[in-house]
T-cell receptor, first 113, second 114 residues
Framework: DSGVTQTPKHLITATGQRVTLRCSPR?????VYWYQQSLDQGLQFLIQ???????AKGNILERFSAQQFPDLHSELNLSSLELGDSALYFC????????????FGEGSWLTVV | AQSVTQPDIHITVSEGASLELRCNYS??????LFWYVQSPGQGLQLLLK??????LVQGIKGFEAEFKRSQSSFNLRKPSVHWSDAAEYFC????????????FGAGTRLAVHP
C-alpha cells in the first residue's frame, strides 16, 4: 500500500459526459501528480501541483483540468469525454524536491462508451 | 530531446533464469533514474532508484540496477527470476529542473515460463 488513495477505482461513462477523479496523497506529501496510462500513449505526465499551486504541465488536454485543495487532496476533471480518453489515470504524490520518490495510487480505470 | 528508451517490449524467461531489462536515456547530464513495476491490475511500485554515488543499486524483491554513464544506461537485473516477477517494468527518469516530473519509458512486459 503506497498510501495514495484514488477513487473511484472503475468508472464507465458515455461520450460527451464529465467525470471527476479524486486523489488523497500520502500523509505529509505536498506534491501531487496526475498521469494517464493508455495502450497507445503509454504513461504520460498530465499535471503536477505543489501545496495547492500548479507546478508543471504535461500533455494535458484543454478538456481536462485539475486542482489541489487546502487539505491537499486533488481532483482531475475530465469533460466532453471521447472514446480515446479511456485509460487508467494515476495519481501520485511525493515530498518536495527533485528526485524524491514518487508514490503511485492504484489508479482509476475510465471507460468511455 | 530528453527521452527514455526501453528497447524490449516483451521478454520471456524461464523461472530460475537470470534477467536483464534494458533502459537508455537521452540527456546532457545525469538524471535521477528509477525502475517501477506494475503487476496486472495494480499501480506502480518503486523497485529502486539512483541519484548519485555507487553505480550499482539494490532494490526490493532481489532486483538491482547498474548505472553506466558512458552508455547512458540503467539496466535492471535479477539473478534468478520467480514466477511472481511476471509484470510490466518501467524505467523512468527525472531530469534536473524538471520539477520532479517522471518521464517513463514504454515499458517491458516480462513473462515467466515454469
Amino acid at each position: 500500500d503506497s498510501g495514495v488513495t484514488q477513487t473511484p477505482k472503475h468508472l464507465i461513462t458515455a461520450t460527451g459526459q464529465r467525470v471527476t477523479l479524486r486523489c488523497s496523497p500520502r500523509s505529509g506529501d505536498l506534491s501531487v501528480y496526475w498521469y494517464q496510462q493508455s495502450l497507445d500513449q503509454g504513461l504520460q505526465f498530465l499535471i503536477q501541483y505543489y501545496n495547492g499551486e500548479e507546478r508543471a504541465k504535461g500533455n494535458i488536454l484543454e478538456r481536462f483540468s485539475a486542482q489541489q485543495f487546502p487539505d491537499l487532496h486533488s481532483e482531475l476533471n475530465l469533460s466532453s469525454l471521447e472514446l480515446g480518453d479511456s485509460a487508467l489515470y494515476f495519481c501520485a504524490s511525493s515530498t518536495q524536491g527533485t528526485g524524491n520518490t514518487i508514490y503511485f495510487g492504484e489508479g482509476s480505470w475510465l471507460t468511455v462508451v | 530531446a530528453q527521452s527514455v528508451t526501453q528497447p524490449d517490449i516483451h521478454i520471456t524467461v524461464s523461472e530460475g533464469a537470470s534477467l536483464e531489462l534494458r533502459c537508455n536515456y537521452s540527456y546532457g547530464a545525469t538524471p535521477y533514474l528509477f525502475w517501477y513495476v506494475q503487476s496486472p491490475g495494480q499501480g506502480l511500485q518503486l523497485l529502486l532508484k539512483y541519484f548519485s554515488g555507487d553505480t550499482l543499486v539494490q532494490g526490493i524483491k532481489g532486483f538491482e540496477a547498474e548505472f553506466k554513464r558512458s552508455q547512458s544506461s540503467f539496466n535492471l537485473r535479477k539473478p534468478s527470476v520467480h514466477w511472481s516477477d511476471a509484470a510490466e517494468y518501467f524505467c523512468a527518469v527525472v531530469f534536473s529542473g524538471g520539477y520532479n516530473k517522471l518521464i517513463f519509458g514504454a515499458g517491458t512486459r516480462l513473462a515467466v515460463h515454469p
